[in-house]
Antibody, heavy 113, light 111 residues
Framework: QVQLVESGGGVVQPGRSLRLSCAAS????????MHWVRQAPGRGLEWMAV????????YYADSLKGRFTVSRDNSKNTLYLQMNRLRPEDTAVYYC??????WGQGALVTVSS | QAVVTQEPSLTVSPGGTVTLTCGSR?????????PYWFQQKPGQAPRTLIY???NKYSRTPARFSGSLLGDKAALTLSGALPEDEADYYC???????????FGGGTRLTVL
C-alpha cells in the first residue's frame, strides 16, 4: 500500500535551516508529481510547493519563494523540503502529498527561540 | 482577502443533505481550476475525497459528490452521518504564478 513518511521535523531557532524528507513507497515514485502542504496550529491548509516527476519543474506559493526549496531523489524514492531563514510563522505540520491524492501523516516543525 | 472562498461553517442534520461551495475572487470556478475536495478530522491528516471537479477515489464514500454549481465548485453530502463531522477544504489550480490555492475551509457539524 502507499506510504508517505515525513521526517526531519523538530524545534529550530528563528533564522536557522531545516530539511524535511518524505520517504515514499507502494507506488512508482519517479513517475508522479509530489506536493508539500502545511498547516499552522489551529489554522487551515496552505499549499506550498509542487515538483514534477523528474524534478525539472518546481512551483511555489508566493509566501515561500526564495526561502524554501523542493527537490527529490528518484533513486531513493524520497522528496525533500529545504527550509531556510525560518520564522516563527513557519511553525506548522508539514505534509507531503502524492499527486494530491495520498497524504503522509505530517512532520511538526516548531520555530522558536 | 482569501482568493478561494468557502463557508466558514455549516450544520446538517443526521441523514440530511448539505452542499459546501468553493468560490474564487478572480471569477467563476470552472473545470479548468481542477477542483479538489479534502476532509480533515481533528488530529488526523487530510484525506482526498474528490479530484477534478467530480471524480471520486475508490475509498470516497458514495454519499459524497462533487460538481460545479453556478460559478462555484460544490461538494454535496447526501445522507450525513455523525462521522462526517469534520473540516472540509477545497483546492483550486490557477496558473504558473499561483499554481494551487486552498480555501479557508468549512467546519461541518452533524447535529
Amino acid at each position: 500500500q502507499v506510504q508517505l513518511v515525513e521526517s526531519g521535523g523538530g524545534v529550530v531557532q528563528p533564522g536557522r535551516s531545516l530539511r524535511l524528507s518524505c520517504a515514499a513507497s507502494g507506488f512508482t515514485f519517479s513517475t508522479y508529481v509530489m506536493h508539500w502542504v502545511r498547516q499552522a496550529p489551529g489554522r487551515g491548509l496552505e499549499w506550498m510547493a509542487v515538483i514534477s516527476a523528474d524534478g525539472s519543474s518546481k512551483y511555489y506559493a508566493d509566501s515561500l519563494k526564495g526561502r524554501f526549496t523542493v527537490s527529490r531523489d528518484n533513486s531513493k524514492n524520497t522528496l525533500y523540503l529545504q527550509m531556510n531563514r525560518l520564522r516563527p510563522e513557519d511553525t506548522a505540520v508539514y505534509y507531503c502529498v502524492w499527486g494530491l491524492g495520498h497524504w503522509g501523516q505530517g512532520a511538526l516543525v516548531t520555530v522558536s527561540s | 482577502q482569501a482568493v478561494v472562498t468557502q463557508e466558514p461553517s455549516l450544520t446538517v442534520s443526521p441523514g440530511g443533505t448539505v452542499t459546501l461551495t468553493c468560490g474564487s475572487r478572480t471569477g467563476a470556478v470552472t473545470s479548468g481550476h481542477n477542483p479538489y475536495w479534502f476532509q480533515q478530522k481533528p488530529g488526523q491528516a487530510p484525506r482526498t475525497l474528490i479530484y477534478d471537479t467530480n471524480n471520486k477515489y475508490s475509498r470516497t464514500p458514495a454519499r459524497f459528490s462533487g460538481s460545479l454549481l453556478g460559478d462555484k465548485a460544490a461538494l454535496t453530502l447526501s445522507g450525513a452521518l455523525p462521522e462526517d463531522e469534520a473540516d472540509y477544504y477545497c483546492l483550486l489550480s490557477y496558473d504558473d504564478a499561483r499554481p494551487w490555492v486552498f480555501g479557508g475551509g468549512t467546519r461541518l457539524t452533524v447535529l
